[in-house]
Structures are given as structure tokens and as C-alpha cells.
């Protein structure tokens, strides 16, 4: 599967990046892999930064709106997430490893989002 991924890229690092096969988004300004997902792997370190993991979500990402009664007060609250269909998990243990994760993702997981097109549609802020 390709997905384009945006990174976060120390001016210095520029030439190694490029080598790797990113390319310069002149109007968002920052560097991006446009590729077969299992290749996000040589970029971990401009992915993850200090983290150690993260989900990458690609394809089908939605709001997803439901009800919940409130365990305070009873009453019915609205609800609003993220529907992520399609996922990899990025893993630094000693390398960069992109892995298949279970369905379930937890809370606390730091997630990336990825685009595959109309990018210059998305607020740059949110990129």
C-alpha cells in the first residue's frame, strides 16, 4: 500500500533525507515520503522523533459520532472519535520497524495521519 507521510526534518539532516527519497512540499514547506508504506521505516527517526512508537493511520480515516449517558448525571452526551481503518504500527527498538497491529489502538498511542490526496485541502496547522 503507498501513503505520503510528512516529516520532521532538521535543516542539517536535508541531504540524508533526500538520499532517502523524500521530496521538498514547497507550500506546506516541510518533507514528505510518497511510497509503499513498509518503506516508512527509514524515516522513523523524522517520524517518531524522541517517541518510541506510533500508529500511522492511512486510508478511510473518519469522524465517527455516537451517544453515551454520562456516568455522573445520567444524562445522554454526545461523542465524537476517530475511525481509522487502515494502520501500521512504527516500533524503534535498536532499528525502525513498521508492524501490523492489532484492531484496537489505545488511547494513549500517539497517532500520525496521512493523506493520500488533496494534501494542499488540509489546514497546514493540522499537517
Known sequence: MRAKIYL????????????????WDKEIKKWYYDGEVKNFA??????LGDDE??????ERLCIIEGKRHC???KKETRVI?????????????KEYLIDDPDDTIEMDEYIFLTWINDEL???PLLL
Open 42 to 47: 527509514k524515516f522513523g527517526q523524522w517520524i
Open 71 to 73: 456516568y455522573r448525571c
Open 8 to 23: 520532521t526534518v532538521p535543516y542539517v539532516q536535508k541531504e540524508q533525507v533526500k538520499a532517502l527519497g523524500a521530496k
Open 81 to 93: 472519535g476517530f475511525g481509522i481503518c487502515e494502520h501500521s504500527k512504527l516500533i524503534y527498538d
Open 121 to 123: 485541502d488540509i489546514p
Open 53 to 58: 512508537e506510533c500508529i500511522i493511520a492511512y
